[in-house]
């Protein structure tokens, strides 16, 4: 039996870490998990030469699950991305949504088993991706807006919905630098310095003016973690709706109209690195 899952990125209008309330927004960019059955054991593989432990223990997690023995039962995973790595756009998220889906599809059917309900899938990867290192705070605002697309705001402490709604699927722009930045490796001390300037932003979150909330989030995160905030002023000075520092770096993201995109692309000209041109994701999860 062979099958695959597509799962997107997510980019942030708050981040997490200062006050562990969160939210973010699906994105295009996404990752490929092609998961077929074999004899026995678990082989997983990617396309970007990243460690495999997270893959390995979202399918362990499922795996004892469902009680099911490795040596009479195997997996073999494929995962091919478009997301960049370390890059604060929910790429360990999106994997590991996409294997735990995967995998739990595949091992309900043949076994005639229920299958893992969505919220599920999304604690599975995320107690995965905490015992692997790659989040500090489980992220439940990146898992869900990569999971379910659209919009969230999110109570990560809790794993629980404050606002969970489609988004207008507007242009959205990627600026890439030529480093990367591990969320694992953060300091969320220093972060929580920021913390009261953080819940004026959240609070824009929960009265859904998102632009204003990542706007202001982008700039406190960008202060404190040492990033350059003039590209995000750049892009609204060309005409961007909103733009900020996503994740702890080291991407930037802008939303944009479509009378925009050229001229926020021209204002990231003078930087090194690249840029990524997607849209706001409302698909999420899915089987494919």
């Known amino acids: 039996m062979e099958k695959k899952v597509r799962s997107p990125g997510s980019a942030t209008i708050i981040n997490a870490i200062a006050t562990g309330f969160g939210s973010a927004f699906g994105i295009g960019l996404d990752i490929e998990c092609v998961a077929k059955t074999t004899s026995e054991g678990i082989s997983c593989m990617n396309d970007v030469g990243a460690d495999n432990t997270l893959m390995e223990l979202c399918v362990q997690n499922v795996f004892n699950f469902y009680d099911i023995d490795e040596k009479d039962f195997g997996i073999e995973l494929k995962t ?34 229920k299958p893992l309900e969505d919220l599920e899938v999304i604690n599975m990867a995320i107690d995965a991706s905490l015992e692997a290192g790659v989040t500090i705070t489980g992220s439940f605002d990146d898992a869900t ?47 929580k310095l920021l ?5 004026t ?44 520092l ?27 690195g690249k840029v990524m041109e997607t849209n706001v994701d409302n698909i999420g999860c899915k089987l494919i």
Request: hydrophobic residues 40%; glycine residues 6%; negative net charge.
């Open 246 to 272: 996503s994740g702890t770096g080291s991407s930037f993201v802008a939303i944009a109209s479509q009378d925009s995109i050229d001229d926020i692309k021209s204002s990231w000209d003078k930087y090194e």
């Open 145 to 191: 807006a990569s999971y379910f697309g659209g919009v969230v705001v999110t109570d990560n402490k809790n794993r629980e919905f404050i606002i969970k709604e489609n988004m207008d699927e507007y242009p959205v722009l990627v600026y890439m630098p030529n480093y990367y930045s591990k969320s694992g490796d953060s300091n969320p001390d220093r972060m």
């Open 201 to 244: 932003a959240f609070d824009f979150a929960c009265n859904k003016n998102y632009f204003k909330a990542l706007n202001l989030n982008g700039l406190i995160y960008s202060a404190t973690l040492g990033f350059d905030s003039t590209i995000a002023i750049d892009a609204l000075e060309a005409g961007a709706l909103a733009s900020g």
């Open 195 to 199: 913390a009261p300037l953080v819940e």
């Open 80 to 113: 091919k991305s478009r997301l960049p790595m370390a890059s604060g756009l929910s790429s360990s998220s999106a994997s590991s949504n996409a294997i735990v889906k995967v995998v739990s599809s595949i091992i309900s059917e043949e076994f005639d088993l």
